[in-house]
């Protein structure tokens, strides 16, 4: 029979099922983003000492970079971990502008060059583009404000007013919101993890 199931396609089949599972995943993130501006959280800064596993700065406070770890915890993922783990074993690797000499785990993961090289070692750095089209719910995106300054937040499911691209999810200083503001700044990296 010429149209039967042959061993062949179950590395087809496979990558399928895992492009699938990576994409509800994605959704399940941009979902758990967005969830978070529900939430009322002031631009806050302040270095916290926190519990290690799973620590979080207090709930009513965040910067971008805690979107991005509230967001991905609500999946179970504890970045505040796999980023402090990972820094531990390749301290070397990882961006020196603090001057540390080693890591911190109440800080380390809310460090956006830091949250960019842990994507790009663990995750999938894709392609900086100016296309909306590009940009896909649950990517992570961060850039670059100018004068040293960056950022980072999660693409949501949610259109532009136009329809063009995805908004994003972030905390510039106005708290966890939702704003159509993907290229507003330079992107300097683009990840799905």
């Not at 983003?33 to 979080?56: H, M, N, R």
């Not at 136009?162 to 683009?190: M, P, W």
């Amino acid at each position: 029979m010429p149209n039967s199931f042959q061993p062949k396609h179950l590395g087809f089949l496979f990558c399928l099922l895992c492009s699938l599972s990576l994409q509800a995943q994605n959704l399940k993130l941009a979902q758990a983003a967005l969830d978070l501006t529900k939430d009322e959280v002031v631009y806050d800064p302040t270095y916290f000492s926190i519990p290690y596993p799973g620590g979080d700065v207090p709930a009513n406070k965040g910067v971008c970079t805690d979107v991005v770890v509230r967001a991905y915890r609500k999946l179970g993922i504890d970045l505040q971990k796999l980023v402090h783990e990972d820094m531990k074993a390749n301290f070397s690797l990882y961006p020196k502008k603090w001057g540390m000499k080693k890591t911190d785990r109440n800080i380390d993961h809310r460090r956006v060059p830091n949250l960019m090289k842990f994507f790009s070692r663990k995750g999938k750095s894709l392609p900086l583009t100016q296309d909306g089209k590009d940009y896909l719910p649950g990517d992570v995106v961060s850039w670059d404000l100018g004068r040293g300054l960056t950022h980072i937040g999660i693409i949501s499911a949610q259109k532009s007013k136009d329809g063009k691209r995805y908004q994003i999810v972030h905390n510039i200083g106005a708290g966890q919101v939702l704003e159509d503001c993907l290229f507003s700044f330079t992107i300097t990296g683009h990840y799905r993890y």
